[in-house]
């Protein structure tokens, strides 16, 4: 039996409803992680060894969360990330998540392999709405160039291109699992597929794993959205990628799901932005994270890092398989009041102040 909305007091709350609630097969393909689910686990677990150096007696009356990502305003400096497959969770799919970011002012990164068309999903758009794409690189150049230059026609603002997933990671409970045929269904074009693999890997054979460095000035030619690398991992990729030109990068790991015992991306941003300020780039480039965010202290911990923005998947996936579109809101919603509870405790009360004179990392590393 579920509870009501109003019963889920945090994040969490909705991982525990959805695990209870869910179909099988869509808590599989949702929760799974790469192998042992090592990276999956410490992603979050990462956040509990860094720890806050409050400041007090500063005037916390009024808090602005609102701030700009990619020259895009928002209400709060975290997004809904691409996640593919929306409808496993919910029949009407991303469309839900479009909705919701409307209502709390929260920008949506729409997937390459959504469930719903890219057109469906842009056309559940209302007023000003900011939607990003999240761009598998097709074999097939040409249809690449099709995808990006219509989202730019269709009012998308930035492309991110995924660049962690040359190859699908192993997600043994979601191959263990039933492949649910029709939610599954993608509108793109990728050929015949060996559903054996799972859900994620029967849908993305499609993707070039030759893809590389070489590529990106290609990128930069075919469109004038800020292109943003989804997946760095390490600061010398960091490097490259400003002297690369590109305008942003995502420190992730795919939430887990691709390379097991990959670093968390708490602690790669710690690396990154080590080399960023050594050869004087901090300002030459916009620095983004995702993977196991769960709280508003874990993105006030990356923003005080130096992140810009933040990225959550799967608990709008969790929010939205439960509760549809009021779940989604709810949790924007908590993540809201967390954010706003806890920038008062630290004494900070506007996006930009946070500095990493908030946070302790020395349990993290000697970096
Ligand atoms: C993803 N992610 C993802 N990334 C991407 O570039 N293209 C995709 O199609 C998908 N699909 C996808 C499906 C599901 C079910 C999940 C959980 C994740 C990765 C996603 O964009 C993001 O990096 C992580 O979800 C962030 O971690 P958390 O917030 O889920 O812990």
Redesign the pocket.
Same mark, same amino acid.
């Given at each position: 039996l579920m509870p009501p909305v109003s019963q889920c007091y945090n994040l969490l709350d909705f991982e525990d409803i959805a695990r209870q609630t869910m179909k099988s097969t869509a808590w599989a393909?949702?929760s799974s992680g790469a192998d042992d689910e090592i990276t999956l686990r410490e992603?979050?677990a990462a956040y509990h060894r860094i720890w806050f150096r409050p400041r007090v007696l500063v005037d916390v009356d009024q808090i602005d969360l609102s701030t700009t990502m990619l020259g895009c305003k928002s209400s709060v400096p975290f997004y809904i990330? !691409?996640? !593919?497959?929306g409808k496993l969770g919910n029949p009407e799919g991303e469309v839900v998540l479009t909705r919701a970011g409307h209502r709390e002012n929260v920008i949506q990164m729409i997937?390459?392999?959504a469930s719903c068309s890219f057109d469906e999903i842009v056309d559940a758009k209302q007023g000003d709405q900011v939607q990003w794409l999240?761009l598998?690189v097709n074999k097939d150049r040409e249809i690449t160039k099709r995808i990006v230059q219509h989202a730019e026609k269709r009012g998308c603002k930035a492309l991110w291109i995924?660049v962690d !997933?040359p190859q699908l990671g192993r997600r043994e409970k979601d191959m263990r699992s039933k492949y649910d045929e029709q939610a599954a269904q993608v509108q793109s074009d990728e050929g015949t597929v060996d559903r054996s693999q799972g859900a994620a890997r029967a849908i993305s054979s499609f993707i070039d794993p030759s893809l590389s460095w070489k590529d990106i000035p290609w990128f930069q030619s075919i469109t004038k959205m800020p292109i943003v690398l989804?997946g760095i991992q390490r600061a010398e990729d960091a490097i490259k990628a400003v002297e690369y030109g590109v305008d942003a990068i995502l420190l992730?790991n795919? *939430? &887990? #799901?691709q390379l097991d015992f990959a670093k968390p991306s708490i602690e790669v941003l710690v690396e990154v932005m080590a080399a960023l300020k050594q050869h004087d780039y901090q300002d030459k480039i916009e620095v983004f994270i995702? &993977? *196991?965010?769960r709280r508003g202290t874990d993105i006030i911990k990356a923003l005080c890092l130096g992140a810009k923005g933040v *990225?959550? &998947? #799967?608990?709008f996936?969790y929010a939205m398989s439960t509760y549809g579109e009021t779940g989604v809101v709810r949790a924007i919603q908590l993540l809201k009041d967390e954010l706003e509870m806890n920038m008062r405790l630290i004494g900070a009360t506007k996006i930009n102040e946070l500095n990493p004179s908030f946070v302790d990392v020395s349990s993290v590393s000697a970096h």
């Open positions: 393909y949702y992603n979050h990330t !691409a996640t !593919a497959l997937p390459t392999l999240q598998y995924t !997933a989804k992730s795919h *939430g &887990g #799901r995702d &993977g *196991g965010v *990225g959550i &998947g #799967r608990p996936l």
